[in-house]
């Protein structure tokens, strides 16, 4: 249908017209293809710039036309001549005849090339003063323990943080800088207000995940009697690895590394799953809810699905952003 239309225009309209458009297009889609070493965009490209150049090549010929009649033309008109002697012997001399309108073919090839040579000027800046692409995929926001009911525990427990505030204090813009993969947005973000396992839910213990392409990282407060040093030594009996105790904001801490556990889950006719297996390598630093180490701790754990880690600076950079949020344990 476009080209049954652009065929009805004129040939001084649709000429200009197609070349603007051809050359605004090659033009583009050949630095793209240089910016972005793209063979193929490089062979569109050629194809536009290509069939520019003949359409120009036509608006040549076509020029030169008007300017040089064809001879036959000008033959024909001696014949008409030499028919009619007697008019011109005894009438006065007929003035040349004048040229037929040229319907302004220069107007219109000028309106057309500026209008759309505007078009591609569009298209050419759009890009760099349009805002981005709504596709472009965005950070995952906390989700999950905002309307969640606190448990009993959370009430008894002096100052406890919530779950929605520990992931908003995880997920902060500069997470994955921290973690070495600065162009990587969160996938997810969630937060839950759990109380501790074996405790009959005594032991508040928020906890929130942020999860990115290459790591996951867990942040958690226990809310116990349990004070670093007395945790360290029950690491000592438990399967953690490379423990490794200091200080962090001032406060006791500990590095350990654990094994994760991976199991998979078979969603088909049996529903049944694989059995539970030794997952990836965690490593997780400890840091006391108080200077004075009076009990109870936050938790940050950073695992990948390939095992890899990153350097220890990072639990600890992590944290100062973390522990900095969470009020410390009052005197009891």
Not at 57 to 74: F, G, I, K, Q, T
Not at 171 to 182: K, S, Y
Not at 227 to 238: A, E, H, N, P, T
Not at 275 to 282: H, I, N, R, S, T
């Amino acid at each position: 249908m476009l080209g049954f239309l652009i065929r009805l225009l004129p040939f001084w309209v649709r000429e200009p017209l197609l070349i603007a458009v051809g050359s605004v297009l090659g033009v583009r889609i050949m630095y793209l293809a240089v910016h972005d070493h793209d063979r193929v965009a490089a062979v569109l490209g050629v194809v536009f710039l290509v069939f520019t150049a003949v359409r120009i090549h036509a608006v040549v010929r076509a020029l030169r036309a008007r300017r040089n009649p064809s001879p036959a033309a000008s033959a024909d008109g001696a014949a008409v001549d030499a028919v009619a002697p007697a008019q011109v012997a005894t009438g006065p001399r007929p003035a040349p005849d004048t040229p037929e309108k040229d319907h302004n073919a220069w107007g219109q090839a000028v309106a057309a090339v500026a209008v759309f040579g505007a078009l591609g000027a569009a298209l050419w800046v759009a890009p760099h003063v349009m805002p981005s692409d709504v596709s472009t995929p965005q950070p995952a926001s906390c989700s999950g323990g905002a309307h969640e009911e606190l448990p009993k525990v959370y009430k008894q427990t002096p100052q406890p943080v919530t779950g929605e505030e520990l992931c908003k204090a995880l997920n902060q813009p500069d997470l994955a800088t921290l973690l070495g993969t600065p162009g990587e947005t969160a996938t997810t973000a969630s937060a839950t207000n759990n109380t501790a396992p074996l405790t009959d839910g005594k032991v508040a213990q928020p906890e929130a995940e942020v999860a990115f392409d290459t790591y996951s990282v867990t942040v958690s407060a226990t809310y116990n009697e349990l004070s670093i040093d007395q945790y360290v030594k029950l690491m000592k009996f438990g399967d953690e690895q490379d423990i490794k105790t200091l200080a962090a904001l001032g406060r006791p801490a500990v590095l350990s590394s654990a094994h994760t556990m991976k199991f998979e889950i078979n969603l088909g006719s049996g529903g049944s799953g694989g059995p539970v297996e030794q997952g990836p390598l965690a490593r997780t630093l400890s840091v006391a809810l108080d200077r004075n180490d009076r009990g109870g701790y936050c938790e940050i754990t950073v695992w990948s699905k390939s095992g890899a880690l990153p350097d220890d600076g990072v639990l600890l950079d992590i944290a100062g952003q973390v522990i900095a949020r969470i009020p410390e344990r009052p005197v009891r």
